[in-house]
T-cell receptor, first 117, second 110 residues
Framework: GAVVSQHPSWVICKSGTSVKIECRSLDFQATTMFWYRQFPKQSLMLMAT?????????EQGVEKDKFLINHASLTLSTLTVTSAHPEDSSFYIC?????????????FGPGTRLTVL | QKEVEQNSGPLSVPEGAIASLNCTYSDRGSQSFFWYRQYSGKSPELIMSIYSNGDKEDGRFTAQLNKASQYVSLLIRDSQPSDSATYLC??????????FGGGTRVLVKP
């Protein structure tokens, strides 16, 4: 399958600081990437859809000013958690969709575990 | 009613047996169907995709799709302890977004 990388894999920060997470599609171009959040023992929650060259589409209840998404190229999307607070501590996972004929599979990065102290 | 439903489990299966996982979905316009495996603390890993009615086999995995019944299943043959994980069913209708079920936890006992 296609490879999606994320950096960093984990981060610990102080409350009030901002954290940037990078998501890269390594062997394919991704016009669309997705950002998910997962709390312990819960299912994935889609936060936003990131579109290359345009504004991200946020899901209901997700603050766009707090979770800044930039999709500057076909292989890179970034999520910045601004003014992070302990309740933002979670597992953040990006995903990219690959188109191949009639198939359209979506692959996940390894995730970034954020801990806000 | 949830859009994609799965039994949360745990589904306990003896090593070497067949694990059978089920998933139902509500949107009749759904076109693409996926099974992901997620180990604890890790991100989901795509194991099967299926787009048309019938069976699709890949190694020890078989996905079955019945659009009329709005039902998709996953069979794991010769289950191994390493198959112990949460299996997520995901469905895509027209558009971009995948809708995930809550996942079924599978425990394969040696």
């Amino acid at each position: 399958g296609a490879v999606v990388s994320q950096h960093p894999s984990w981060v610990i920060c102080k409350s009030g600081t901002s954290v940037k997470i990078e998501c890269r599609s390594l062997d394919f171009q991704a016009t669309t990437m997705f950002w998910y959040r997962q709390f312990p023992k819960q299912s994935l929650m889609l936060m936003a859809t990131s579109n290359e060259g345009s504004k991200a589409t946020y899901e209901q209840g997700v603050e766009k000013d707090k979770f800044l998404i930039n999709h500057a190229s076909l292989t890179l999307s970034t999520l910045t958690v601004t003014s992070a607070h302990p309740e933002d501590s979670s597992f953040y996972i990006c995903s990219a969709r690959i188109f191949s004929g009639l198939n359209n599979e979506q692959f996940f990065g390894p995730g970034t575990r954020l801990t806000v102290l | 009613q949830k859009e994609v439903e799965q039994n949360s489990g745990p589904l306990s299966v003896p090593e070497g047996a067949i694990a059978s996982l089920n998933c139902t979905y509500s949107d009749r316009g759904s076109q693409s169907f996926f099974w992901y495996r997620q180990y604890s603390g890790k991100s989901p890993e795509l194991i099967m995709s299926i787009y048309s009615n019938g069976d699709k086999e890949d190694g020890r995995f078989t996905a079955q799709l019945n659009k009329a019944s709005q039902y998709v299943s996953l069979l794991i043959r010769d289950s191994q302890p390493s198959d112990s994980a949460t299996y997520l069913c995901a469905v895509r209708a027209a558009g971009n977004k995948l809708t995930f079920g809550g996942g079924t936890r599978v425990l394969v006992k040696p």
